[in-house]
């Protein structure tokens, strides 16, 4: 059986992450290809074993006599024409916030006749758990509308995506629930990281200053910058996560002037999951960097540019969102919690509770989809 991976990619640790746990979930399985669609380097795609994808019909030619199934088994690459399953597991890629000025009805059609022309080959597609919507532009309701046609499933991660998908297409049995799937990675250990074990982990995110107003951006500059005084007031220990890339690293480098304290910055998603369920807690603004906190029971906060941090939330039954509007209230929120030890204790017990709750429906999740796509491993 042949895998692809779309939407994913190494750049971006939580879409790393995410691509891990596909891996993690059919590595095992001499008789799965897993191919990676998108750039990487090819050692990135060797500690994964990924293959890579190789297209042929822009040649308007069916190669499949030539090219039969198991003709690359043993190379590094496969081609689009005998992929069997396609994953998609962009996180959120699909919505209001995703059509743009100069977005026009063609560029979303060549987006739809991509799924058309897998199906068409008999590839099985699947959207893994992913936010979406709102849908209210036209053009964002269009491509919805007709990817549907052409899939398998579509499982959203949170309430207020499925209810935003459902709203357009009504209920629909393509249309499923369940929490991001990233939660039952359990990442190996890497000894370099235990020196920040019992930490303070702050994630901070350039979308909270591009993908918000003025006014939100400079709250959360205020309260980033307030925290770290607070945190350095304490004699607490801290250290900076950098989640994406050189956006990120840009306010780590603004917050931490003055300061000099750790940065972690260029690693795999392995050793970001590892390190953060180290962490004594997590102040993120990443959604990743929140679920690999949840999901291992650490005291996470984040701040929120989107619905999905609320909602993510919610289902660890956590009040572990930031009001950026009242900052010294948040941070005292922080504080009340890495400060008091029987509420520290209630709070990672408590998350324990949940996480076991999570992971159960992410095991059902897979087994749904590899009922849909005929795989009994």
Sequence with gaps: MNIQIDNTGFKNKGAELMLCSIVDRYKNDSNISLIFKGHATFQQKASLGLKSLISLRRFKINFSFI??????????????????????????????????????????????????SFKKQGTKIVFLPQ??????????????????????????????????CVSIVGEHDKLLLYPDFTNIYTP??????EAFEDK?????????LTHTDQEKSNDYMQFMNTLVARLSEANLDLFFLNHEGKGDLEIINTLNKGY???????????DVK???????????????????????AVPTFCTSWSHKYEELMKDYAHEGV????????????????????????????????????EKSKTMEMWNKVNHIINYNG
């Design 67 to 116: 090219f039969p199934k198991n003709r690359f088994s043993n190379s590094g690459v496969e081609l689009t024409e005998n992929i069997d399953v396609l994953f998609d597991a962009g996180g959120f890629h699909i919505g209001d916030q995703w059509i743009y000025s100069d977005t026009e009805k063609k560029d979303i059609d060549k987006k739809i006749a991509y799924y058309k």
């Design 131 to 164: 936010a979406a919507g709102l849908f209210k532009k036209t053009l964002s309701k269009h491509y919805f509308q007709n990817i549907l046609k052409h899939i398998d499933l579509f499982i959203l991660r949170d309430k207020v995506s499925y209810e935003s």
């Design 188 to 193: 190996t250990s890497n000894i370099i990281y």
């Design 200 to 208: 303070i982990c702050l994630i901070p995110n350039a979308k909270m």
């Design 260 to 270: 000099n304290y750790p940065v972690i910055s260029d690693i795999n998603a392995n």
């Design 274 to 296: 590892y390190v953060i369920g180290k962490s004594k807690a997590v102040v993120s603004s990443r959604f990743h960097g929140v679920v690999s906190g949840l999901s291992q």
């Design 322 to 357: 930031l009001n950026l509007e009242d900052y010294e209230k948040s941070i005292d929120k922080i504080f009340r919690v890495i400060n008091n030890d029987n509420l520290y204790t209630e709070c990672v017990n408590h998350l324990r509770d949940y996480v076991t709750v």
